[in-house]
């Protein structure tokens, strides 16, 4: 149709990296000012708004290390989402695998209860909270290398497999609900078991510093392992990795395994560190923002931190918002939709340009 009307697109080269930091912050500016537009429409001030979210999440050390703890769950699926997305392997089963590493975990726990010595108790049940996410994973991956399933669809439905199987399990006294509570949930796991308090009077978790030491492992993967060079080389050409004597089927399995695993952590840490018994409020979405994020920091490791701490800041920052001033928690989420459109639109003007043809045959 451009072509037709004497336009087409084409590639831009070598933008230079300032312009390119410059256009997703202006992006951002946007999104924000868009999301102003809509919290004026409910009757509320949007610099006031802006300003308890802001203080809310980043007011006093107490706030901003609840801010840290709530980004782990959403810096280990954004990793899941970079390992996955770096290979043009479009996985969307973040927030499933996340349950299935929590429920695997929590299997094992009520075999071996906190028995074990502490540090060994948390090294397997973290193991095991991976394998959870990593074989659901795997699954996909299979599906997709067996059967020419889409990953799209495959991970889609897999979720929603994963929380039915969950509602099942804690809407029964005979399986993990709790046998003396009415609510959908499982009995409390006791102290002992849970994930290390990295501050005393804090929240945080030890969680966080898993999550951030993955950030830099993957980050060190990519760029500096043989496997980190075939998944980038899978992404820029899926075509010419085969020509290439890779094994396409293989790097898929093994890639849905490491991103699932990434999405199983941040089940189990919900689990042993933040809310200390099986329900379905343990993810509001994480796997799902996890995919923000990660196209929010363009898919580099490092990047995915700072990201998923403004997100984390934001999620914080929302619970002081709506007992300060009554604007609706939903905001958040419009919030993060108008960032993901924001740097995806940011993304397509640093990559392409519209320019009028010459000659219109």
Same mark, same amino acid.
């Given at each position: 149709?451009?072509?037709?009307?004497?336009?087409?697109?084409?590639?831009?080269?070598?933008?230079?990296?300032?312009?390119?930091?410059?256009?997703?912050?202006?992006?951002?500016?946007?999104?924000?000012?868009?999301?102003?537009?809509?919290?004026?429409?409910?009757?509320?001030?949007?610099?006031?708004?802006?300003?308890?979210? @802001?203080?809310?999440?980043?007011?006093?050390?107490?706030?901003?290390?609840?801010?840290?703890?709530?980004?782990?769950?959403?810096?280990?699926?954004?990793?899941?989402?970079?390992?996955?997305?770096?290979?043009?392997?479009?996985?969307?089963?973040?927030?499933?695998?996340?349950?299935?590493?929590?429920?695997?975990?929590?299997?094992?726990?009520?075999?071996?209860?906190?028995?074990?010595?502490?540090?060994?108790?948390?090294?397997?049940?973290?193991?095991?909270?991976?394998?959870?996410?990593?074989?659901?994973?795997?699954?996909?991956?299979?599906?997709?290398?067996?059967?020419?399933?889409?990953?799209?669809?495959?991970?889609?439905?897999? #979720?929603?497999?994963?929380?039915?199987?969950?509602?099942?399990?804690?809407?029964?006294?005979?399986?993990?609900?709790?046998?003396?509570? @009415?609510?959908?949930?499982?009995?409390?796991?006791?102290?002992?078991?849970?994930?290390?308090?990295?501050?005393?009077?804090?929240?945080?978790?030890?969680?966080?510093?898993?999550?951030?030491?993955?950030?830099?492992?993957?980050?060190?993967?990519?760029?500096?392992?043989?496997?980190?060079?075939?998944?980038?080389?899978?992404?820029?050409?899926?075509?010419?990795?085969?020509?290439?004597?890779? #094994?396409? #089927?293989?790097?898929?399995?093994?890639?849905?395994?490491?991103?699932?695993?990434? +999405?199983?952590?941040?089940?189990?840490?919900?689990?042993?560190?933040?809310?200390?018994?099986?329900?379905?409020?343990?993810?509001?979405?994480?796997?799902?923002?996890?995919?923000?994020?990660?196209?929010?920091?363009?898919?580099?490791?490092?990047?995915?931190?700072?990201?998923?701490?403004? @997100?984390?800041?934001?999620?914080?920052?929302?619970?002081?918002?709506?007992?300060?001033?009554?604007?609706?928690?939903?905001?958040?989420?419009?919030?993060?939709?108008?960032?993901?459109?924001?740097?995806?639109?940011?993304? +397509?003007?640093?990559?392409?340009?519209?320019?009028?043809?010459?000659?219109?045959?």
């Amino acid at each position: 149709m451009l072509k037709a009307l004497g336009f087409e697109i084409v590639e831009r080269r070598d933008v230079h990296p300032l312009i390119q930091v410059l256009v997703v912050i202006v992006g951002l500016l946007v999104a924000f000012a868009v999301s102003g537009w809509v919290i004026s429409l409910t009757g509320n001030d949007p610099v006031e708004s802006f300003s308890v979210m @802001f203080k809310g999440a980043f007011g006093e050390k107490r706030k901003i290390l609840t801010t840290l703890m709530r980004s782990s769950p959403l810096l280990l699926t954004a990793l899941a989402t970079v390992i996955a997305f770096r290979a043009q392997i479009w996985s969307i089963g973040q927030e499933g695998q996340l349950f299935a590493g929590a429920m695997l975990s929590f299997t094992l726990y009520r075999i071996i209860g906190p028995d074990l010595p502490r540090p060994l108790f948390i090294t397997v049940i973290v193991l095991t909270g991976f394998l959870g996410g990593a074989m659901l994973g795997w699954l996909a991956g299979w599906l997709r290398t067996r059967f020419n399933v889409d990953i799209i669809i495959s991970t889609v439905l897999l #979720n929603y497999i994963i929380i039915t199987m969950l509602q099942f399990l804690l809407y029964d006294h005979k399986y993990w609900m709790d046998p003396n509570g @009415f609510y959908p949930r499982s009995i409390l796991i006791p102290k002992e078991a849970w994930y290390p308090i990295l501050i005393e009077g804090s929240r945080l978790h030890m969680g966080f510093l898993i999550a951030v030491g993955l950030a830099i492992l993957i980050y060190w993967i990519l760029r500096k392992t043989p496997y980190g060079y075939d998944l980038r080389a899978l992404g820029a050409n899926p075509v010419a990795t085969q020509f290439k004597g890779i #094994n396409v #089927n293989r790097l898929i399995l093994v890639t849905m395994f490491i991103s699932g695993g990434l +999405a199983g952590l941040a089940g189990v840490g919900e689990l042993f560190g933040v809310h200390h018994n099986v329900n379905l409020d343990i993810s509001p979405g994480y796997g799902y923002t996890g995919i923000i994020i990660a196209m929010l920091a363009e898919l580099h490791p490092i990047f995915v931190i700072l990201a998923a701490i403004f @997100f984390g800041g934001l999620i914080n920052g929302s619970i002081i918002l709506v007992t300060s001033t009554g604007v609706h928690t939903s905001i958040v989420f419009v919030i993060q939709a108008l960032v993901l459109i924001a740097v995806l639109v940011s993304r +397509a003007l640093m990559k392409y340009r519209i320019r009028r043809i010459s000659h219109v045959s």
